[in-house]
């Protein structure tokens, strides 16, 4: 295994599963005999879904399960009644708090066959296999274009790395030249020089003061204060609850923010933090000055490797401006903030971070962890999916929902995915930080509507401008 892959193997945690939850919602109801046969020809062509992890002498290596069996992987769950949106989501959280079988390759899918007159899919993959530009590449393998005809995207053709301009993949920001070469000189540094960098941050200032950028990058990273102290931050219990909203016309967010001069990702972004600070003010929490901050990942591969298993992304710490309440003015704090870590070596020093917590010793991987979920309260991906229809198994696809598992002791996940012109929100977080996510999921699209009713109302800003409290 790869010394990052490695790395969220260790990570794994009762309270925190290195786990990520998908959940697809079908128009029709599939039969499950299909969708085996779909998970046979179309998943378990990539030969690492044959495979679990294994540790020798502190080495961890992927072994091919001798008692491998589709049976254990694909299961049926049956809702009870006329059973709709709150059931499954019960099971949902349930699923996402339950740990994969470490006997045997850590990934399953679960067919409900009676939902809301559909069916629903989730599925459950262990971060080790792959990340999520890698993983929605699978999914295409496994979809097909029409209810009847080839595949979205064949797999074959995602094995050799097939750039289809017209498909989707992960990618947050442009990738750095040479990034992954550079994250793992990082991560030799980071095992060379051990703790001590963490533990006495007056060593990173000094690597600063040699002038490169990098170890600039590790200083302030040594140095980074946690963000406010709100009921979301707190020490995680095994228990999560999933949520999500009604998706919102992605074409709308386009118009929203070519009237802002702001792009999809801001809009969305000031979406979120509307809806988090609506909850707070809902639960009698104080918010002036909130600032809630969040690692969101950052794909570092080339667009010609995006069909390629492991991990090969990095983080960024992305600060949502929860005290302020004008949603406009908001939209363009978080803009200035997605503007200043465009440059940054953030990512790159993340992805080093990883590599170091896979190579290095267990101490070091555990104050490395430390150093990089303590300073925040959220992991947020935001993923461009598909703009077309799916089918799977013969079931259209009607939304698509996929969280990445939350590090150290984060205890809120947040899910922003666009598919089919559409955009959806969701959230799975800590049942003892945050019991009642539906009330942040309820809140989304009514922030959007804030926004979209603004547009008249607002002059787009230039991208320099700074709002108040960042002057």
């Given at each position: 295994?790869?010394?990052?892959?490695?790395?969220?193997?260790?990570?794994?945690?009762?309270?925190?599963?290195?786990?990520?939850?998908?959940?697809?919602?079908l128009h029709d109801r599939i039969r499950f005999e299909r969708l085996t046969a779909t998970i046979e020809n179309r998943f378990l062509c990539f030969s690492r879904f044959h495979q679990r992890p294994e540790e020798v002498s502190g080495v961890s290596y992927w072994k091919t399960d001798p008692a491998f069996d589709l049976e254990r992987h694909v299961t049926r769950i049956a809702l009870p009644g006329k059973a709709g949106t709150k059931e499954l989501q019960t099971v949902v959280s349930r699923l996402a708090s339950?740990?994969?079988?470490?006997?045997?390759?850590?990934?399953?899918?679960?067919?409900?066959?009676?939902?809301?007159?559909?069916?629903?899919?989730?599925?459950?993959?262990?971060?080790?296999?792959?990340?999520?530009?890698?993983?929605?590449?699978?999914?295409?393998?496994?979809?097909?274009?029409?209810?009847?005809?080839?595949?979205?995207?064949?797999?074959?053709?995602?094995?050799?790395?097939?750039?289809?301009?017209?498909?989707?993949?992960?990618?947050?920001?442009?990738?750095?030249?040479?990034?992954?070469?550079?994250?793992?000189?990082?991560?030799?540094?980071?095992?060379?020089?051990?703790?001590?960098?963490?533990?006495?941050?007056?060593?990173?200032?000094?690597?600063?003061?040699?002038?490169?950028?990098?170890?600039?990058?590790?200083?302030?990273?040594?140095?980074?204060?946690?963000?406010?102290?709100?009921?979301?931050?707190?020490?995680?219990?095994?228990?999560?609850?999933?949520?999500?909203?009604?998706?919102?016309?992605?074409?709308?967010?386009?118009?929203?923010?070519?009237?802002?001069?702001?792009?999809?990702?801001?809009?969305?972004?000031?979406?979120?933090?509307?809806?988090?600070?609506?909850?707070?003010?809902?639960?009698?929490?104080?918010?002036?000055?909130?600032?809630?901050?969040?690692?969101?990942?950052?794909?570092?591969?080339?667009?010609?490797?995006?069909?390629?298993?492991?991990?090969?992304?990095?983080?960024?710490?992305?600060?949502?401006?929860?005290?302020?309440?004008?949603?406009?003015?908001?939209?363009?704090?978080?803009?200035?903030?997605?503007?200043?870590?465009?440059?940054?070596?953030?990512?790159?020093?993340?992805?080093?971070?990883?590599?170091?917590?896979?190579?290095?010793?267990?101490?070091?991987?555990?104050?490395?962890?430390?150093?990089?979920?303590?300073?925040?309260?959220?992991?947020?991906?935001?993923?461009?999916?598909?703009?077309?229809?799916?089918?799977?198994?013969?079931?259209?696809?009607?939304?698509?929902?996929?969280?990445?598992?939350?590090?150290?002791?984060?205890?809120?996940?947040?899910?922003?995915?666009?598919?089919?012109?559409?955009?959806?929100?969701?959230?799975?977080?800590?049942?003892?930080?945050?019991?009642?996510?539906?009330?942040?999921?309820?809140?989304?699209?009514?922030?959007?509507?804030?926004?979209?009713?603004?547009?008249?109302?607002?002059?787009?800003?230039?991208?320099?401008?700074?709002?108040?409290?960042?002057?």
């Amino acid at each position: 295994m790869s010394a990052v892959d490695t790395a969220w193997l260790r990570m794994d945690r009762p309270d925190n599963l290195m786990m990520i939850s998908g959940v697809m919602l079908l128009h029709d109801r599939i039969r499950f005999e299909r969708l085996t046969a779909t998970i046979e020809n179309r998943f378990l062509c990539f030969s690492r879904f044959h495979q679990r992890p294994e540790e020798v002498s502190g080495v961890s290596y992927w072994k091919t399960d001798p008692a491998f069996d589709l049976e254990r992987h694909v299961t049926r769950i049956a809702l009870p009644g006329k059973a709709g949106t709150k059931e499954l989501q019960t099971v949902v959280s349930r699923l996402a708090s339950t740990p994969l079988d470490p006997e045997h390759p850590l990934w399953q899918f679960h067919l409900v066959d009676n939902f809301l007159g559909g069916s629903a899919l989730i599925a459950r993959i262990h971060h080790c296999y792959a990340d999520g530009m890698a993983l929605m590449q699978v999914l295409l393998s496994m979809a097909d274009a029409t209810r009847r005809r080839p595949p979205a995207m064949p797999a074959r053709a995602t094995r050799t790395a097939s750039a289809d301009k017209n498909v989707s993949v992960v990618q947050l920001m442009q990738s750095l030249p040479g990034a992954s070469k550079l994250a793992m000189k990082i991560g030799t540094l980071l095992v060379e020089k051990g703790v001590a960098i963490w533990q006495d941050p007056a060593k990173a200032v000094a690597l600063a003061v040699e002038g490169t950028a990098v170890a600039t990058e590790i200083a302030r990273l040594a140095l980074m204060g946690q963000d406010s102290p709100t009921r979301f931050k707190g020490k995680p219990g095994v228990a999560k609850r999933a949520a999500w909203a009604a998706p919102i016309s992605l074409p709308d967010v386009k118009s929203v923010g070519k009237a802002l001069g702001a792009s999809v990702n801001d809009v969305l972004l000031s979406c979120v933090a509307g809806a988090l600070r609506a909850y707070l003010v809902r639960k009698g929490d104080p918010v002036k000055g909130v600032v809630i901050r969040a690692l969101v990942p950052v794909n570092l591969r080339p667009i010609a490797q995006a069909g390629k298993l492991g991990n090969q992304f990095g983080l960024v710490f992305l600060d949502l401006p929860i005290g302020i309440e004008d949603p406009v003015e908001r939209l363009y704090a978080i803009r200035a903030n997605m503007n200043a870590l465009k440059t940054s070596y953030q990512p790159v020093l993340a992805l080093g971070l990883l590599a170091a917590m896979g190579a290095g010793p267990k101490m070091l991987q555990d104050q490395l962890l430390i150093a990089l979920a303590r300073n925040a309260s959220a992991v947020m991906t935001n993923v461009p999916g598909p703009q077309q229809p799916l089918y799977i198994a013969g079931g259209k696809i009607e939304a698509l929902m996929v969280w990445a598992p939350q590090s150290g002791d984060i205890g809120m996940g947040v899910s922003i995915l666009s598919y089919d012109g559409a955009v959806q929100f969701g959230l799975l977080t800590d049942r003892g930080l945050c019991p009642d996510p539906e009330r942040i999921s309820a809140r989304f699209g009514p922030e959007f509507e804030k926004l979209r009713l603004a547009v008249p109302a607002a002059e787009p800003q230039p991208a320099s401008f700074r709002p108040r409290h960042q002057r």
